[in-house]
């Protein structure tokens, strides 16, 4: 991304407990997208998978991935990841619990936590992202969602 305050407009998004999907690469070349939680860091974006889980396995075969993170309301705005990921044995915890904090709140993110088993730090740069924001483009009274 040539401007990382194209990031920092869409702040309030990245902080949120916003959908996002993990898209990961078998063997074959076929794709398969997952939900997952995520941070913004600054640098990167983070997701931690669960050592058994089978994006790992896609991803310690093949690291290209991409994460797409989006509002489910207007203005519809959301950043999409498209990278080799990294995979950080380090931290894992403290991630986990970062980030499950923004989805479940501190106490139920604690016991979350520590209820799951090993994980892995799948990380994407930041100068990967690009942003995309709808709001030029919808009309006024779609702005505000209604019956």
Do not use: N
């Not at 931690?48 to 089978?54: E, H, R, T």
């Amino acid at each position: 991304m040539d401007h990382p305050s194209e990031l920092e407009d869409l702040r309030s998004l990245l902080d949120a407990p916003a959908p996002a999907a993990l898209l990961t690469y078998a063997s074959d070349g076929s794709a398969d997208m997952s939900p997952v939680w995520f941070r913004y860091t600054g640098d990167a974006f983070e997701v931690v998978v669960a050592k058994g889980d089978a994006k790992l396995r896609r991803l310690m075969l093949d690291r290209r991935a991409v994460l797409m993170i989006f509002e489910t309301d207007a203005p519809f705005r959301g950043v999409k990841i498209r990278a080799d990921a990294e995979l950080d044995e380090a931290g894992v915890d403290a991630a986990r619990r970062r980030i499950s904090e923004r989805y479940l709140g501190r106490e139920t993110a604690r016991a979350f936590v520590a209820a799951r088993g090993e994980g892995m730090v799948v990380r994407l740069p930041a100068s990967a992202a690009r942003a995309w924001d709808l709001s030029a483009i919808l009309p006024a009274v779609d702005r505000v969602r209604g019956p």
